[in-house]
């Protein structure tokens, strides 16, 4: 529900019989309320200059008058206060009057106002009220009892100003604690990022943008125990560019990085999804080829040298093919070493070679 159109009272779920109730806590009866309305008429006849002796008395504290601010707002505060000053003195103390009071407290606590200024303007305010009717009420009794109503009614008063005060507290905290929830989140969100962004560099090769060789490792650990699970074939192709020191020592390292970069980009686009195209080192690349025979496997390196071909025709790719699975499986580091041994075998020939 939007609490904006809500009053008060509805938002703090005040009732007739919570108020009631509330006088009867503080002994606030009937005569009590009768009592301040007996000195109606002559808080009225003397309004302006209780408001006055008040506001003359509250501007001498520093930190009130640093508050009040200017002239403009002092006018404005001396008209609301010469409303409130009346209306402890009508007699009735129903629902409007008590929602007027919890407006003023919601007032007093957007505006800064400590608890300990509010408590010490309404002990203010009870001495200067006091003090004017005691120069015209002769009857010391009479007075007492005037006194001892106004004492209960601004005690109550003082609760229910404190009710906003409190739930204007809560509803601080609550909107920090989201606050807090939700940089939490982002900041939770952020670190997930960052973490796997970190992941992904410590797996992948700067040059390439392939994954690196300590990647390949988990990989193939990870994918023959998977293709030993569902019997199914796994191939491994070991690639060398050829003459590739030549390469660097007569076109520069700058030259020799381009080619790495341009077969990899050629991995990378021939493979599949599933593939895993690696940098194990140096110019030399591996690829992981699930679900794939030495057939299958075959075929992608052809496509992956078409595609060199075009980036780089003046430069060869040595591969070496080998498969394991579906009947019988060897370990990761045999795999590669078959794949690098293939590889050799190849480069015994010109021009782009393949042994599988």
């Given at each position: ?131 004017a009717l005691g120069q015209y009420i002769d009857d010391k009794p009479h007075l007492l ?194 794949a690098d041994a293939k590889m050799y075998e190849a480069k015994q020939q010109p021009g782009f070679s393949i042994s599988s």
């Amino acid at each position: 529900m939007d609490h904006t159109k809500q009053s008060l009272l509805e938002q703090l779920q005040f009732s007739e019989l919570e108020i009631a109730r509330r006088k009867e806590l503080l002994g606030f009866s009937d005569v009590d309320a009768n009592m301040l309305l007996s000195c109606k008429s002559l808080v009225t006849e003397h309004i302006d200059s209780i408001v006055d002796d008040f506001y003359s008395k509250q501007t001498a504290v520093e930190e009130i008058a640093l508050l009040i601010g200017d002239s403009d707002t002092l006018t404005r505060l001396h008209s609301a206060q010469r409303a409130y000053v009346l209306s402890l003195f009508e007699g009735y103390y129903d629902l409007e009057y008590v929602n007027n009071r919890l407006r003023i407290g919601m007032v007093h606590k957007r505006i800064g106002v400590e608890p300990k200024l509010y408590l010490s303007a309404v002990k203010t305010l009870k001495d200067t009220v006091l003090a004017a009717l005691g120069q015209y009420i002769d009857d010391k009794p009479h007075l007492l009892q005037v006194t001892q109503a106004l004492d209960k009614l601004l005690y109550f008063d003082t609760t229910l100003i404190f009710d906003t005060y409190i739930r204007g507290l809560v509803s601080e905290v609550e909107l920090a604690k989201n606050k807090a929830l939700i940089y939490a989140k982002e900041l939770e969100a952020k670190v997930a990022d960052r973490t796997r962004q970190l992941h992904e560099l410590a797996q992948r090769d700067t040059l390439t943008g392939l994954f690196n060789q300590r990647s390949l490792s988990d990989y193939l650990r990870r994918e023959i125990l998977n293709a030993k699970r569902h019997r199914r074939p796994f191939a491994l192709a070991y690639f060398d560019v050829d003459h590739f020191k030549q390469i660097n020592d007569n076109k520069g390292h700058f030259a020799g990085d381009e080619i790495l970069r341009l077969a990899g980009e050629s991995m990378r686009l021939a493979c599949r999804d599933i593939d895993f195209p690696c940098r194990y080192g140096g110019d030399e690349f591996c690829l992981g080829l699930p679900e794939c025979t030495l057939a299958d496997a075959e075929v992608i390196c052809r496509r992956i040298i078409e595609l060199f071909t075009l980036r780089a025709p003046n430069v060869t790719l040595s591969i070496g093919i080998v498969q394991t699975g579906p009947a019988e499986f060897i370990e990761p580091s045999e795999l590669i070493c078959a794949a690098d041994a293939k590889m050799y075998e190849a480069k015994q020939q010109p021009g782009f070679s393949i042994s599988s």
